[in-house]
């Protein structure tokens, strides 16, 4: 005795109303604002350039004080050495004599002030000027090597030269010699350089700016040139993008769009197809409904009235069917991606649409029933959407129920190996089957076996193909008993558990 389960619950419909999504709700009030690629693209290449620019004078000024220092520097030690010659050590005592050449190598600068001194082994000046500071404790005397610092004498910045001359004294003391001069000739020529560099820099960096932002506007032209080619296009050329006259940067950009170009003019074409057999489906049972209803207008027998009316309700009920599959196959291709993903238990679904189908079965005289798990673990649940996969369960059933007639005995198993997790729902039948060179063609909408003699829209295992792709399952068929004269048809979906949404 076959067994079709009573006690199963449908799954609940997961999506909720468009109106009701938080996405739906929040579309619109972020808007990401629209950038420029030629303003971005000009933004980093003069932000680096405006940004050294002050970084580059600088550097430059510390570079001019080093260059403006070392003939100076160089002056300011001649003349140290110049003036060590008229110091003067007998028997322990310091003189310095200054001559009147000296005196006028001292005073030959009208531009800065220099200074002098004379410091005894004992720390007396014997000569010179007492303000200017004596050199650090941590400078540790060398005689006859000649040191530089910068100092201040008398609030004014200058730069000193000093060296150490041996005194003979016994303690091992030396004189101490200095000489320093103010910072005004350096300075003036520090400056002069500055301007040297500044000068052209201000007339070169507008000048930078002004070849930067050609160069932008030649590059980006083949881009404006790709945008007028594409709005010069008619509304129906879907032909590819020339690629010959693209910039290398541009070609994958341009090779995607003409790849959906393709896919569009693939999809255009289907849809114009599904139209054109829609058409052509509805429109036999919408002649019989107006020729029926003809009839039963002109008769005036009772008996061929009801006749006539028969007629037509078999013709509505073939025409709302097919309505409905048209409609379930539009929503497996164009919705199902926006719908809701979920963790599905297979069986606890098969076994619902299963007892759903049961009171058709009955009516068609089937013998219906589900073999299989009552449950699948939850770490084995398939991701996919309820509503479609319920529409493919219900589809595969109908399917079996319309071909298998009167005495007829239609099985549904789902298979579930724990190890792998490879579930398989399975539809078995026993009617006459399909021939295994038709089996890749029924799976196209509106393609109907020949000799079935059943009424039909072929659409049913259009829509079960269609929501299979989408939830990466695959499908087989094979005759159910290859033996007899009516083999059967078993169908069968192979899914592959905890993987994600292909969409």
Do not use: C
């Amino acid at each position: 005795m076959r067994k079709s389960p009573a006690d199963a619950t449908p799954n609940p419909l997961d999506a909720l109303a468009p109106e009701e999504r938080p996405e739906a709700l929040s579309f619109g009030l972020f808007q990401r604002e629209q950038r420029s690629l030629f303003g971005e693209i000009l933004d980093w290449m003069l932000t680096p350039l405006l940004l050294l620019w002050p970084l580059s004078l600088a550097l430059t000024w510390f570079v001019a004080q080093g260059i403006a220092s070392k003939p100076f520097d160089r002056a300011l030690e001649y003349n140290l050495q110049a003036l060590t010659q008229l110091v003067v050590i007998q028997d322990s005592q310091v003189q310095f004599k200054l001559s009147d050449q000296a005196r006028d190598l001292l005073r030959a600068d009208d531009t800065d002030l220099i200074y002098h001194q004379v410091v005894s082994p004992r720390g007396e000046v014997v000569s010179g000027d007492a303000d200017i500071p004596l050199p650090r404790d941590n400078v540790t005397p060398v005689p006859g090597r000649v040191l530089l610092r910068t100092d201040n004498v008398r609030g004014d910045e200058v730069r000193v030269a000093y060296l150490w001359l041996a005194s003979g004294d016994p303690g091992g003391r030396l004189v101490l010699m200095q000489i320093a001069e103010t910072m005004g000739k350096r300075s003036t020529l520090a400056t002069e350089i500055i301007k040297g560099v500044m000068v052209p820099q201000f007339v070169i960096l507008p000048l930078a700016v002004l070849l930067v932002w050609l160069a932008l506007v030649r590059g980006i032209h083949p881009l404006n040139e790709l945008e007028q080619r594409i709005r010069a296009r008619k509304p129906d050329d879907l032909s590819p993008i020339e690629e010959s006259f693209i910039p290398q940067e541009v070609a994958p950009l341009v090779s995607s769009i003409n790849d959906l170009l393709s896919r569009l003019k693939t999809s255009l074409s289907t849809q114009k197809r599904f139209l054109a057999d829609a058409a052509h489906q509805l429109k036999t049972p919408l002649a019989g409904l107006r020729m029926q209803a003809d009839l039963a207008q002109r008769e005036n027998d009772p008996k061929e009235i009801r006749n006539s009316l028969q007629h037509i309700a078999r013709s509505s009920v073939r025409a709302t069917h097919t309505v409905n599959q048209l409609l379930a196959l539009a929503r497996a291709e164009t919705t199902g991606r926006s719908l809701p993903i979920a963790r599905i238990d297979l069986s606890k679904l098969v076994t619902a649409v299963v007892q759903d189908s049961v009171p058709r079965a009955l009516e068609h005289g089937v013998d219906l029933g589900y073999e299989g798990p009552s449950t699948i673990p939850h770490a084995h649940h398939i991701h996919g959407n309820t509503t479609l996969l319920q529409e493919m369960v219900r589809n595969l059933v109908d399917n079996a129920i319309n071909y298998s007639g009167r005495q007829g005995v239609v099985t549904v198993r789902v298979f579930f190996d724990p190890y792998s997790g490879v579930q398989i729902l399975q539809v078995e039948d026993n009617g006459p089957g399909i021939a295994e060179s038709e089996r890749g063609l029924v799976l196209q909408p509106f393609y109907r076996a020949l000799g079935t003699n059943v009424d039909g829209s072929g659409l049913g295992l259009a829509i079960v193909h269609e929501i299979a792709q989408q939830h990466g399952a695959d499908i087989a068929m094979d005759a159910a008993h290859p033996e007899r004269l009516r083999p059967g048809l078993k169908v069968s979906v192979r899914f592959i558990p905890n993987q994600p949404d292909p969409h």
